[in-house]
């Protein structure tokens, strides 16, 4: 995964093709995974989000399946939450879902347009030799 042109990786929702983005996009030893929210925006978790944030991580990581990476190439992670009181249950689903793997990680609170959304996640990945195993 190195030089050349930047490896991009499905449109997979409603939302990327809107936008014309990609879901995720190899750059180098990079591997950088758009922001993600929970399913159906969170429906089968409305109003916890913990489950939001679990669900979130299990589907960016999902996107790096592509490119042959899993949770231990993930070094940093953003989640954006739309209120900062769920802040504490965020934490936990992150720190319980990424254990040992210890990512970089920013918190920001933020507005989304569909007020069932109460987090979602960004991921940045690294291709290179010396990342651990999975989640």
Do not use: C, K, N
């Not at 990079?30 to 429906?43: D, E, I, K, Q």
């Not at 399946?65 to 954006?80: I, K, M, Q, S």
């Amino acid at each position: 995964m190195t030089g050349g042109e930047p490896g991009r990786e499905g449109v997979a929702g409603e939302w990327e093709r809107t936008l014309g983005s990609a879901r995720a996009v190899a750059a180098g030893e990079l591997v950088l995974v758009g922001g993600t929210l929970p399913p159906a925006a969170g429906a089968s978790a409305l109003g916890d989000p913990y489950e939001q944030t679990r669900s979130a991580l299990t589907d960016a990581v999902a996107a790096l399946e592509p490119f042959g990476l899993d949770a231990g190439a993930v070094v940093r992670t953003r989640l954006y939450l739309a209120h900062a009181r769920d802040g504490e249950d965020v934490a936990r689903a992150h720190r319980e879902f990424f254990g040992e793997i210890r990512p970089v990680s920013t918190v920001l609170v933020v507005g989304f347009p569909d007020s069932r959304v109460l987090v979602q996640v960004e991921l940045e990945a690294y291709a290179g030799a010396t990342h651990a195993g999975g989640a």
